[in-house]
């Protein structure tokens, strides 16, 4: 769990990860969330100068019926918030296919991609305020893979007017399998979720707290989204003595 101020600190030590993945390896698999919260770190990768042109990128999810370029799709805002000008290969551009006619056959191929490609190396995530990932909302299996999945009201409502009632997500096993695990959670409205996928027990009616059973899960939080935290302050205090390891 890591505390900054603010929205831009988050996006800045979100950064840092994916600066490190490329570091040690300049053609990694990066899993990409859609949402607000990591618009910024998107801006970031996009200025960052890190050469993309190796990487494999897939997505955690996408809502069914719409095409790439349906004004909702994730596809679409994948591509304009991120993917174009980043000098991307579009052969390693695999993403979920919500407009796929068997979307139990795209769920299994897109699987079988990921295995492919070797697996995420990095897979970005947001929180939804019910504490769903991707699209799995309470009281999908820990164990869940990719597939159609129906969407929470609460869900619909923060999405807004228009939004499809179903989407194709990666499951929570899915996830679970890549190697490192970094979520994203800005702002006050996440703030209960935090606390409970953080500090609550390991359950399926908050799907998030699935990240407490992974070894290399971050949470890269601002203090609003920090703010229900009973454990803040040891977080803060882990933070500001990290580098003192061994000191
Ligand atoms: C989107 C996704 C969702 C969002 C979550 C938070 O690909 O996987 O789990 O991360 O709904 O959305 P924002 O960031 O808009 O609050």
Request: proline letters at 5%.
């Given at each position: 769990?890591?505390i900054?101020p603010?929205?831009?600190?988050a996006a800045?030590?979100?950064?840092d990860?994916?600066?490190?993945l490329?570091d040690?390896?300049p053609?990694?698999?990066l899993g990409?969330?859609?949402?607000k919260?990591p ?8 200025a960052?100068?890190?050469d993309?042109?190796g990487t494999?990128f897939?997505n955690?999810d996408?809502l ?5 370029d349906?004004p ?6 994948l591509?304009e ?6 000098g991307v290969?579009?052969e ?7 407009d796929?006619k068997d979307?139990?056959?795209e ?5 079988a991609a990921?295995k492919?490609a070797?697996?995420?190396d990095?897979?970005i995530?947001?929180?939804?305020r ?8 309470p ?6 893979r990719t597939?159609p ?6 869900t619909l409502a ?5 939004t499809p009632r179903?989407?194709?997500?990666m ?8 190697r490192?695990l970094l979520m ?8 209960e979720a935090?606390?409970r ?7 399926s009616?908050?799907p998030?707290s699935?990240l407490?059973?992974?070894?290399r899960?971050?949470?890269v939080v ?7 935290l ?6 803060r205090?882990?933070?500001?003595n ?6």
């Amino acid at each position: 769990m890591i505390i900054r101020p603010d929205a831009a600190g988050a996006a800045e030590t979100a950064l840092d990860f994916v600066r490190r993945l490329y570091d040690r390896k300049p053609d990694p698999v990066l899993g990409l969330a859609t949402g607000k919260t990591p618009l910024a770190l998107y801006g970031k990768m996009r200025a960052s100068g890190l050469d993309f042109s190796g990487t494999h990128f897939f997505n955690l999810d996408e809502l069914v019926g719409l095409g790439p370029d349906a004004p909702n799709s994730f596809r679409r805002f994948l591509r304009e918030n991120l993917l174009d000008g980043l000098g991307v290969h579009e052969e390693r551009v695999r993403l979920l296919r919500g407009d796929a006619k068997d979307l139990e056959r795209e769920a299994a191929d897109y699987e079988a991609a990921i295995k492919e490609a070797g697996g995420i190396d990095l897979q970005i995530l947001g929180l939804g305020r019910n504490g769903h990932i991707g699209f799995n909302e309470p009281g999908s299996s820990l164990g869940s893979r990719t597939r159609p999945k129906t969407l929470d009201r609460e869900t619909l409502a923060d999405y807004g007017p228009g939004t499809p009632r179903f989407s194709i997500t990666m499951g929570i096993g899915t996830i679970l399998e890549a190697r490192v695990l970094l979520m994203i959670a800005t702002g006050e409205a996440k703030a209960e979720a935090v606390r409970r996928i953080a500090e609550g027990p390991l359950t399926s009616e908050t799907p998030g707290s699935a990240l407490q059973l992974h070894p290399r899960a971050h949470l890269v939080v601002d203090e609003a989204a920090a703010s229900r935290l009973a454990r803040a302050d040891y977080w803060r205090w882990v933070w500001e003595n990290k580098w003192r390891v061994g000191q």
